[in-house]
């Protein structure tokens, strides 16, 4: 495992959102000592599935890691949860329109 991503893991670990982007739905009702499913029972009751709190979580979390100069691509790949830079770049591309190294350009020109 990347050096980056170790340490970027053990700082966030009281975060929800962060484990359920890093480890998924089961680990944090894991960690939060309820079921899956009354953990899919909150989200909804506060108006949105997992999925999507995952999603908002993850496109958040890759601008703030973006805008880090010192950090390559798979490492932040790495801490979103994904295996490498191409499922990564796919997911950028999804969400924002462009690959993760314009995204990177656009963010440091603002």
């Known amino acids: 495992m990347h ?12 975060d929800p959102l962060d484990v359920l982007v890093r480890e998924g ?3 944090l009702a ?16 506060r108006g949105m599935t997992m ?6 979580r993850q496109a958040s979390m890759a601008v ?5 100069k010192d950090v390559n691509l798979k490492d932040v790949a790495l801490r979103l949860g994904y295996s490498g830079a191409p499922s990564f770049t796919k997911f950028v ?7 993760p190294g ?9």
Do not use: I, M, P
């Open 3 to 14: 050096r980056f991503a170790a340490n970027t893991r053990d700082n966030s670990v009281d």
């Open 25 to 27: 739905g089961k680990a």
């Open 30 to 45: 894991r960690r939060d000592g309820v079921s899956f499913r009354t953990l899919r029972r909150r989200f909804k009751n």
């Open 51 to 56: 999925s999507q709190a995952r999603l908002t």
């Open 64 to 68: 703030n890691l973006l805008q880090l």
């Open 93 to 99: 591309r999804r969400e924002f329109g462009v690959t």
């Open 102 to 110: 314009v995204l990177r350009r656009q963010l440091q020109e603002h």
